[in-house]
């Protein structure tokens, strides 16, 4: 099984910065994929931002030149830089990992980080 803590949201004003960091640790051989969702009240989780096991990243139009994933390997960690933050971006972040584990590449989600963006 793998585990995910994620931390770093919170109550930023717009304009704004935070920084969301999601470390995975467990029995897992290697990870892949890794993405970050959010989902704001009364509507869908969305993806927010992808970053490929060799570093290729995207993102959704809605953040692009705002955010910035990263992954620090060594540390099975994800980062989320989050700049500029409008209220619009307020939701709960989920990390989301693609882990090798028990024999087969598995889905795995974070708890969730709150982030809330005032006006």
């Known amino acids: 099984q793998v585990q995910l803590v994620e931390s770093g949201g919170g109550l930023v004003q717009a304009g704004g910065s935070l920084r969301l960091s999601c470390a995975a640790s467990?029995?897992?051989?290697?990870?892949?994929?890794m993405k970050w969702y959010r989902q704001a009240p009364g509507k869908q989780r969305e993806v927010v931002a992808g970053i490929t096991s060799g570093g290729s990243t995207n993102y959704a139009d809605s953040v692009k030149g705002r955010f910035a994933i990263s992954r620090d390997n060594p540390k099975n960690t994800v980062y989320l830089q989050m700049n500029s933050l409008k209220p619009e971006d307020t939701a709960v972040y989920y990390c989301?990992?693609?882990?090798?584990?028990?024999?087969?590449?598995?889905?795995?989600w974070g708890q969730g980080t709150q982030v809330t963006v005032s006006s």
């Open positions: 467990g029995r897992f051989l290697s990870i892949n994929d």
């Open positions: 989301h990992v693609e882990a090798y584990s028990t024999f087969r590449y598995q889905i795995f």
